[in-house]
């Protein structure tokens, strides 16, 4: 049972590039969600999803897209990197009340 | 506006000892979960809590819920440098977290 598994785990980029974020769980949860961590801070939501064909903005969506075709996969989409866009990212999934699980991070610089 | 407020923020400590970490919170969503992070890890579940006055513990860490207060407690007994690490207390509010800032927890022999 793998839980939740992002991928890349490190990833430099170039400012104006783009680039998606994978995130997939296999433990049939209905929500999923993507957070940002910097440096000395709690983390932000991004972009979340409560089933498939449904996402909504969190916190901080700007730059960034999501989508939710099947259950499993929850894609986050950088459209154009910038430099404030440098962070930790982390997926999430969740089956309601009995907490998150977490993958295990993707490291992003965009330089 | 959605808040959730640790304290402290940091935390030096000396193994044996007792310590809370303080978790407010401003919505009247009462789930509340606690989670320990080591540096460049990711985050590891600690407690659920879903109603008042709920309490969990493990080991030597004790979770707390007071929805009247708004509050959430995590509390340590007789510390050991292995819980040495950041906990985040965050906030459920319709399957968004609020997170806090997050305690730096270091515990010296």
């Known amino acids: 049972n793998a839980g939740v598994t992002q991928t890349p785990k490190f990833q430099v980029l170039k400012t104006g590039q783009s680039m998606t974020l994978q995130c997939a769980q296999d433990m049939n949860h209905e929500y999923m969600s993507w957070y940002r961590q910097d440096p000395g801070m709690g983390l932000r939501l991004i972009h979340y999803s409560v089933g498939a064909g449904i996402t909504d903005q969190g916190e901080v969506p700007n730059g960034y897209n999501v989508s939710r075709s099947t259950t499993e996969d929850f894609p986050l989409r950088l459209l154009s990197a910038a430099p404030s866009q440098t962070s930790v990212y982390f997926c999430a999934s969740s089956w309601g009340a009995g907490g998150y699980t977490f993958g295990s991070g993707t490291r992003l610089t965009v330089v | 506006e959605l808040k959730v407020e640790q304290n402290p923020l940091f935390l030096s400590m000396q193994e044996g000892k007792n310590y809370t970490i303080y978790c407010n919170y401003s919505t009247t969503s009462d789930r509340l979960y606690w989670y320990r992070q080591d540096p460049g890890k990711s985050l590891e579940s600690l407690f659920v809590l879903l109603s008042n006055g709920a309490v969990k513990q493990e080991g030597r860490l004790m979770a707390s819920l007071d929805t009247k207060a708004r509050l959430s407690t995590l509390h340590i007994t007789a510390a050991v440098h292995d819980l040495s690490a950041t906990y985040f207390c965050?906030?459920?509010?319709?399957?968004?977290?609020?997170w806090g800032a997050g305690t730096k927890l270091i515990i010296k022999p």
């Open positions: 965050a906030q459920d509010s319709n399957y968004q977290l609020i």
